[in-house]
């Protein structure tokens, strides 16, 4: 785990490390790192890979309209809105 | 330096919205215009700890396409979630699907001026559309509406097998008529019902190795789609044959100055770290839903074309008139089925039905002559009960007023004299009244015979048929 | 009006009239008003909605209309969404958030006539075994205050511990029900994943996450995971069972997976046996086992849910609700203060693991490898319930630690030992008193097949018949 690693995982994941945070969290993701490479030592060949817990299926929704939306509601709890719209700095396309 | 043979390599991303009621993960309304923020609920807007229930319908659809274009239909499928940050996608990642896409391998079929191309279709998955970003300035900010996140996708990926602008075109129209007819998307290209990516590289004629490619995004009309791709495919020359290269990028076309640029700001990750959605789980295509997908599945255009011509003997240009639009050619059947000619109702249709349609801006499916109305109608002229004239004016009977072929032109008497005696009596005087006319035409100007018809037929207020008009004035003006 | 009676006595003592719904809430509110300054148990107290609940729930007690938990009150993790009261994730960046919506959860327990009397404190966002990354700062041991309750859902066990609340909600997704109520002396159950919703619950790892409940006996949960579980059509990986229904009738074979006994110090070991022992003298048979895939789960589980919580916690971007940064310079800029403001540096630490193991070049060597190991460990446990009814086995290496002893973020994961196999098969598991190791409580593990949770409350609720481990409690 180096720096530039570091780098592309803070853009990747829109975080923002402090000097001293990042010192920090380099060291304990290089640890980290270490640890998951513990399983290495199992060996897999051939094992299907368990993506859920659950031996189900998708259930699946009647098409029909069930949310009534209150607008006023969630736009309460927005940080910054303006005309029933969230606003971001401006945005280039 | 020698120039090359150029040829452009073309595939198209068409996203498809799907004509769902709710959304594909939420119970909230799927609908186009609404006040901002008022169709979005908390799933949709990703607030903590909700979650994705998927649509049925959403389902039910993609595989009505599947099956629609012969594809391969897979017996489980999976969602993923596709990472990267954007104001317009509430959650930071969108989910759709990434190696286990609902429909596989398939095939369209379209024409090009006459010829039949096979356009390969590699896959076509679901997913969640976005919200919008909307730019006008709120002090330099831009304000997010989110009543579009969730409204489900189809997105259909051609295989590279397009070579023209042209034929790009061709086949996004193609692909707007097939999911019209399946009554999977309203098709409002204004609306962005269907969007399109294109995919546009060129290689030196018979290369086999495919050209660096540049991403065209956000094509949403026909003609904007092959003005881009054509300008694109110039650039690209021009790049190349210029000694340099192309660089793979994402561009959009601005059709005010006709160019492509790149697309700033959303360059939106170089990894999106797909994994399967832990919210979802693995989607079973039972039985049942293929029956239900495959009962969905019209006549469609390609198999209607084929039909008009080979069994009504139309026209290319007819067929290819009639069958772009279901409502068009459903209009064009239930007319066909009062049983009158196929020719003549194509024609009427396409000119006197078009353009009064075209003049009162109304849509086929809102005409004010029913099918039925308009079949009766030419059926009359066909048996010779009225001309073609006067059937036009009934046909603005029936435009303005309404009502029932039959019972209008015998309300207004507009039968076609028959009486023999009667018209013979008609062309008599005509012939008397016009001495000198007689003269000039026995002296040979056989084109007085044409003012000689005139006058019948104004005596007769057009009801006469005009060859049994002709014979008696011959008669009657021989020496 | 005494502290630590159980739900049916609570529930006796209402519908004779000996105290009202509204009487035996301020008592709890009370306890929490001297006792909180110090445990800091709670994020958040209700007060006023809670006495407003037991009046409802009074005039349905009048009414006859009441059931088993009309009139109890209870605490919910802050990590359970609450219409009108803020639910935080012990998060900075929901510190001000106030859910329009309830769990189902919360919404369940609410019509079962519960009274909610607050907000529980927790690792921030779940991530953590200590409650110690709580943005509104760590909760303590009511057993000794200078130690840790355990996490992440540390608050609720804290709670039921000291007698502030007869009954808590928790969420568990590699231990975190389990190992607070270790710690805390009581009894918690993890059930099977998909069991419980987790609408409504602000999701850490999305196919670990359960809720759950914490209770003074096993009878106790068994009353509050009546009313929380059940299918939920908001939850696509809610499964559509009958009722829990303690069963296990007669003698059970209960395995000693050697993976969990060996290497225990030495009196946690003893501790441990004594309680097996116990099991085999109610005529239960001890089997010993193996689960050869143990040592891999806390790897493939810090993969599995670090990955998921990258994704997850991506939707705080201080746009629609959450905090913001002030004046961001651009869209990057305000994405990048807000959760870097936002997030404690646990949280920050997990997001980059997940970011790390899911991108480009280390899916298949993590991502894909830890569901593989996922798979075995599954595995081994469907072929130990092949020999075995129900496997007993330690929660937690040891007692409670001190606080901030684990400094380590990797020695902290590796507490999970015992914990995170049975979260990773989405297997039901019990943890319940058995003992005392200076003084501390220690905890026994029950672990049963998928929605057999039945076996585990009868198993349990007879080891409380035979022993009053679960009756004591810390002084003040």
Redesign the interface.
């Known amino acids: 785990?180096d720096r530039q690693?570091?780098d592309?995982?803070?853009r990747?994941?829109?975080?923002?490390?402090?000097a001293e945070?990042e010192r920090?969290?380099l060291d304990?993701?290089g640890?980290?790192?270490?640890?998951?490479?513990?399983?290495?030592?199992?060996d897999?060949d051939g094992?299907?890979?368990?993506?859920?817990?659950?031996d189900?299926?998708?259930?699946?929704?009647?098409?029909?309209?069930?949310?009534a939306?209150?607008?006023a509601?969630?736009?309460?709890?927005?940080?910054?809105t303006?005309?029933?719209?969230?606003?971001?700095?401006?945005?280039?396309? | 330096m020698a120039t090359v043979d150029w040829e452009s390599v073309i595939g198209l991303e068409i996203h498809v919205q799907l004509a769902t009621r709710s959304k594909i993960f939420s119970g909230a309304e799927a609908a186009f215009g609404a006040p901002p923020n008022t169709r979005a609920c908390a799933v949709d807007l990703g607030m903590p700890g909700v979650l994705p229930v998927l649509n049925r319908e959403a389902v039910r659809m993609a595989l009505t396409f599947g099956l629609a274009i012969d594809a391969e239909i897979a017996r489980t499928c999976r969602f993923d979630r596709k990472s990267y940050f954007y104001p317009d996608l509430p959650k930071g990642y969108q989910i759709s699907q990434f190696d286990q896409p609902i429909v596989g391998a398939g095939v369209v079929e379209m024409e090009v001026d006459g010829a039949t191309r096979r356009i390969g279709i590699r896959r076509a998955h679901l997913e969640e559309d976005a919200g919008k970003s909307l730019h006008e300035d709120y002090a330099d900010m831009t304000g997010i509406d989110l009543n579009r996140a969730g409204t489900p996708l189809l997105e259909v990926v051609s295989e590279p097998d397009l070579r023209t602008p042209a034929e790009a075109a061709a086949f996004f129209r193609e692909m707007h008529a097939v999911v019209r007819y399946l009554g999977i998307c309203d098709g409002n290209l204004n609306e962005g019902s269907m969007r399109c990516d294109a995919n546009v590289s060129v290689r030196p004629r018979g290369q086999a190795r495919f050209g660096e490619r540049t991403e065209i995004k956000n094509l949403n009309s026909f003609r904007f789609l092959r003005q881009a791709i054509a300008h694109e495919i110039d650039r690209q020359i021009g790049v190349l044959e210029s000694g340099d290269s192309v660089v793979r990028e994402t561009r959009l076309y601005d059709p005010r100055d006709d160019e492509t640029r790149p697309m700033r700001g959303k360059e939106l990750s170089d990894d999106y770290r797909y994994f399967p959605d832990p919210d979802l789980l693995p989607v079973r295509v039972t039985s049942e839903l293929l029956g239900e997908a495959r009962a969905r599945v019209p006549e469609l255009p390609r198999a209607k074309r084929r039909r008009y011509r080979e069994d009504l003997g139309l026209s290319d240009s007819d067929t290819g008139f009639l069958t772009g639009d279901p409502d068009v050619a459903a209009y064009f059947e239930a007319t066909l089925a009062t049983g009158c000619g196929a020719k003549p109702a194509a024609n009427w249709i396409m000119d006197r039905v078009a353009a009064s349609l075209n003049r009162s801006g109304l849509d086929v499916s809102a005409c004010p002559v029913a099918p039925e109305q308009l079949g009766r109608l030419i059926a009359r002229i066909e048996e010779g009960v009225i001309s073609g004239k006067i059937a036009g004016m009934v046909f603005d009977v029936l435009w303005e007023e309404g009502g029932e072929v039959d019972a209008i032109i015998e309300a207004r008497d507009l039968r076609r004299v028959s009486d023999a005696g009667e018209l013979a009596r008609i062309v008599r005087r005509v012939v008397a009244d016009h001495p000198e006319q007689v003269e000039q035409f026995r002296a040979g100007k056989e084109k007085v015979l044409g003012f000689f018809v005139g006058r019948v037929m104004r005596e007769t207020e057009g009801k006469a048929d005009p060859g049994r008009v002709n014979a008696l004035l011959r008669d009657a003006l021989a020496p | 009006m005494q502290p630590f009676a159980g739900i049916a006595e609570l529930g006796r003592g209402l519908a004779r009239g000996d105290y009202s719904a509204r009487e035996l809430a301020t008592f709890h509110l009370e306890r929490i008003a001297a006792a909180d300054g110090d445990l800091n148990a709670f994020i958040h107290v209700a007060e006023e909605r809670a006495l407003r609940a037991a009046e409802a729930a009074d005039r349905r007690i009048a009414r006859g209309e009441g059931g088993p938990l009309t009139g109890i009150p209870l605490a919910h993790k802050d990590i359970f969404c609450t219409a009108g009261v803020a639910t935080t994730c012990a998060s900075r960046m929901l510190a001000d958030f106030v859910p329009p919506y309830d769990a189902t959860v919360v919404a369940r327990l609410a019509a079962a006539g519960t009274v909610c009397l607050g907000k529980t404190n927790m690792d921030e966002f779940a991530m953590g075994s200590s409650s110690e990354t709580s943005w509104f700062g760590p909760s303590r041991n009511p057993w000794d205050r200078g130690r840790a309750p355990g996490g992440s859902s540390g608050g609720s066990a804290a709670a039921v511990g000291a007698g502030l609340v007869p009954c808590a909600t928790g969420t568990d997704t590699g231990g975190s029900i389990r190992q607070p109520a270790a710690f805390c002396g009581v009894t918690g159950l993890k059930p099977t994943y998909g069991r419980v919703s987790r609408y409504g619950m602000i999701a850490f790892a999305s196919s670990l996450d359960q809720g759950g409940a914490f209770g003074l006996s096993v009878e106790d949960v068994e009353t509050v995971l009546g009313a929380m579980e059940g299918h939920d059509p908001l939850d696509s990986t809610s499964a559509e069972r009958s009722p829990t229904r303690r069963n296990g009738a007669g003698s059970m074979r209960v395995g000693l997976p050697s993976e969990y006994w060996t290497g225990l110090s030495g009196d946690m070991g003893d501790c441990l046996l004594a309680a097996a022992k116990e099991l085999e003298a109610a005529g239960h048979v001890l089997v010993s086992h193996s689960l050869p895939h143990t040592d891999a789960a806390v790897p493939a589980y810090y993969v599995i849910a670090g990955a998921e919580a990258s994704a997850n916690l991506s939707r705080y971007d201080g746009v629609r609700f959450g905090f913001r940064a002030e004046d961001p310079a651009d869209l990057g800029d305000l994405y990048r203060r807000s959760r870097a403001a936002g997030f404690g540096t646990e949280v920050k630490r997990r997001i980059l693991t997940g970011t790390y193991t899911l991108s480009v070049g280390y899916y298949d060597a993590y991502y894909l490898k830890a569901q593989r190991v996922r798979r075995r460990i599954q595995q081994d446990f469907l072929e130990a319930f092949e020999e075995v009814d129900v496997i007993a086995a330690p929660v937690a290496p040891g007692p409670a630690f001190e606080l901030g002893a684990v400094d380590d973020p990797v020695a902290m994961y590796r507490q999970d030992v015992f914990t995170t196999p049975a979260s990773l098969a989405g297997l039901p598991a019990m943890s319940m008193p058995c003992g005392f190791v200076g003084g501390l409580p220690v905890g026994l593990q029950l672990i049963g097949p998928a929605f057999e949770e039945g076996r585990l409350l009868a198993l349990g609720h007879e080891f409380q018949r035979r022993t009053d481990w679960h009756l004591r409690h810390p002084e003040g």
Request: charged share 25%; proline share 7%.
């Open positions: 785990m690693t570091l592309r995982l803070t990747l994941s829109q975080l923002q490390l402090s945070e920090l969290v304990d993701l640890h980290i790192v270490a640890l998951i490479d513990e399983m290495r030592a199992i897999t094992v299907e890979p368990l993506t859920h817990p659950l189900m299926d998708q259930p699946l929704r009647r098409d029909a309209v069930t949310e939306v209150d607008r509601r969630f736009l309460a709890v927005a940080p910054l303006r005309d029933g719209l969230y606003l971001v700095p401006k945005v280039v396309e």
